[in-house]
């Protein structure tokens, strides 16, 4: 049973538009979420977190957005650079320190 | 400051052999994971260590896999004897203790033939 899903294996966005890439979780026991990059060869790179007493998170051209009566979470990229294109992966935590993880986006970033 | 190192990078082997990996977290982070992640999947957890003590260890299949973290700082994951379905990247992680957010090392492509 995934408690986590990115039900979108792949995005393409044109360079300079928004990307929004979005994640949807089951357990309510979940109170932390965190959004991580990973470009190929290389371990994931945490990107930005939010936590459930929340709805918005924001750190410079990434907003993360939760909502917690639908369980869905969206990472909002503006505007989309080259340099985004990569794999993102949503993980949630109960508080337990243990990282529940989708299967990840692959975002194509079009010049 | 350095992040988490790994190495080796990249591991051959045939089927039924043994193999290491090697883990040297960020300088004070308490916390070390060890995950295993398949194409296309994220990553699943194998152990958890809380300094040397292994404080969750109930995905680790112990039959053929064992870990250790004698000093609490570097670590080890070893696979003996490896199977085919073993082929993944094994990746380590560490955070500041009682944090959630992990950082992450590059991980070991492990390819069983």
């Known amino acids: 049973d995934q408690q986590v899903k990115q039900n979108s294996p792949s995005l393409s966005v044109q360079e300079g538009r928004i990307s929004i890439l979005n994640c949807d979780y089951t357990?309510?026991?979940?109170?932390?979420f965190l959004w991580y990059k990973k470009y190929p060869a290389e371990g994931p790179t945490f990107l930005i977190s939010?936590?459930?007493i929340k709805d918005k998170n924001e750190d410079g051209r990434f907003t993360v957005f939760l909502n917690k009566s639908a369980k869905h979470l969206s990472l909002h990229i503006v505007p989309s650079q080259p340099g985004d294109s990569a794999v993102y992966f949503c993980a949630a935590s109960d508080g337990n320190y243990q990282l529940i993880w989708g299967a990840g986006t692959k975002l194509i970033i079009k010049p | 400051e350095a992040g988490v190192v790994q190495s080796p990078r990249y591991k051959i082997i045939e089927k039924k052999q043994p193999v290491a990996f090697w883990c040297n977290p960020i300088s004070g982070h308490n916390t070390l994971y060890w995950y295993r992640q398949n194409l296309g999947q994220g990553p699943e957890l194998l152990i958890r260590y809380e300094n040397e003590e292994a404080v969750d260890d109930s995905q680790l299949p112990k039959d053929r896999f064992s870990a250790e973290r004698l000093k609490g700082v570097d670590s080890t994951l070893k696979i003996q004897p490896a199977e085919l379905g073993d082929s993944a990247v094994y990746l380590c992680a560490s955070s500041l203790e009682l944090a959630v957010e992990q950082y992450f090392g590059p991980g070991t492509r492990l390819t069983v033939t």
């Open positions: 357990n309510s026991m979940f109170d932390y």
């Open positions: 939010i936590s459930s």
